[in-house]
């Protein structure tokens, strides 16, 4: 009798185990890490735009940037979003192209809400910010935007960029939205990376729990004026 009941009682035990593991990654998504940060976005509906597109354009407070990433806990993801608004740099835009462009991110900034994960992202093991502390996005390959239209709707761009991280310099692609507001150009877009390609290594939780993904995807919401 007492070897069933024991016997009962371990099944019991397992089958709460089995629960409580399988529950987990569910309750940390949800409970835990909470829901992902949205994707940056144009805040709202713009004002019409007016004068010429040539010029000098530079970069304004309230612009945005950070990246993406996404950590596997057993068949669960997660997404992370780090984000700063430590940003600089200016574009030159002639005969509606845009010739050249350079923008500075302060990447030791970039906070993703949980002060332990951003310190293993700032180690010397994945961006070592107390070396590298910022990367670097630059464009000199003429980009057209005549078909920006000036009633503050948006249009898709493709800009072939140069996009430096770790001290490594790598060409990539930026997928841009881009608008008139007012007197302004606001761009909002995404440049999808490989961490490795730029000698990243994504931290390594123990167990491999948590383990960040080796792509990510760099978001950025730009507000411009002319100068």
Known sequence: MKKRVAA???GVLV??????VAATPWAYKNYVQGPPEP????????QPGGGALD???TVQPGSQVGYRVQQQLLWETVDVAGRGDTVTGSAE???SHVRSL???VDVAGLETGSSGRDEKFRSADALETDTFPT?????????DVSAIPADGSSTRVEVPVQLTIKGVTRPETAQVDVRRNGDRVEAVGTVPVRLPDFNVTPPKPFASLLEVQPTAVIEFLVYLAKS
């Open 39 to 46: 994707e940056l976005a144009f805040a709202a509906a713009a």
């Open 135 to 143: 990367a670097e996005l630059v464009g000199n390959v003429p980009t």
């Open 102 to 104: 350079k923008f500075t």
């Open 93 to 95: 835009i002639e005969d």
């Open 8 to 10: 009962i009682v371990a």
């Open 15 to 20: 089958v709460l185990l089995v629960a409580v």
């Open 55 to 57: 010029g000098t354009w």
